[in-house]
């Protein structure tokens, strides 16, 4: 029997068997105040028996997790680490980089903040600029629409 036919069998039971449930015991269910459990058949060994009714037991305490923002997760390519949450303020290099007079201006701002590669795809996510293959091919698409766009469109406004 393949895998899937085995999980839309095992679907099937579940759904039948919770179709039977009072709406009390599936409330309970649904609201994490009590669990469903597996019980193995001592006598059959592997074989599973069917249980003739169901004892609700309080689900376990669970304790939210809270995110590590400041802890790496070791990236699948090349061993290294990207932080899981960027500390960079996007609007506050967007403002900079808008308040750049010249393309040159600006790509020696955005050079200055060396910016990881991450931190450079935040940046175009928050302009809505589709992010490059590299980082400096993302940089050049942003300066582009920040800077490039507007000298292009005050040489227009002269010409």
């Known amino acids: ?28 269910l649904a609201e994490g105040r009590a669990s469903l459990a597996l019980l193995a058949d001592a006598d059959a060994g592997s074989r599973l028996a069917e249980p003739a009714s169901v004892t609700l037991r309080p689900a376990a305490p669970t304790t939210p997790v809270e995110p590590a ?19 960079v303020d996007t609007e506050a290099v967007v403002a900079q980089l808008r ?33 490059g293959r590299t980082k400096d091919e993302t940089a050049r698409r942003i300066l ?13 406004r002269k010409g």
């Open 1 to 28: 029997m393949s895998d899937l036919a085995l999980l839309v069998r095992l679907q099937a039971k579940v759904a039948t068997f919770l179709a039977e449930l009072p709406t009390d015991r599936l409330i309970a």
């Open 99 to 131: 308040a750049c007079e010249s393309l040159d201006e600006a790509t020696e701002r955005l050079a200055a903040l060396n910016l990881k590669a991450p931190d450079v795809k935040l940046v175009a996510k928050a302009l809505n600029i589709p992010a």
């Open 69 to 87: 923002s400041t802890q790496a997760i070791p990236s699948p390519r090349r061993g290294r680490s990207i932080p899981s949450a960027a500390l």
């Open 144 to 156: 582009n629409l920040i800077v490039g766009a507007r000298s292009k469109h005050t040489t227009l």
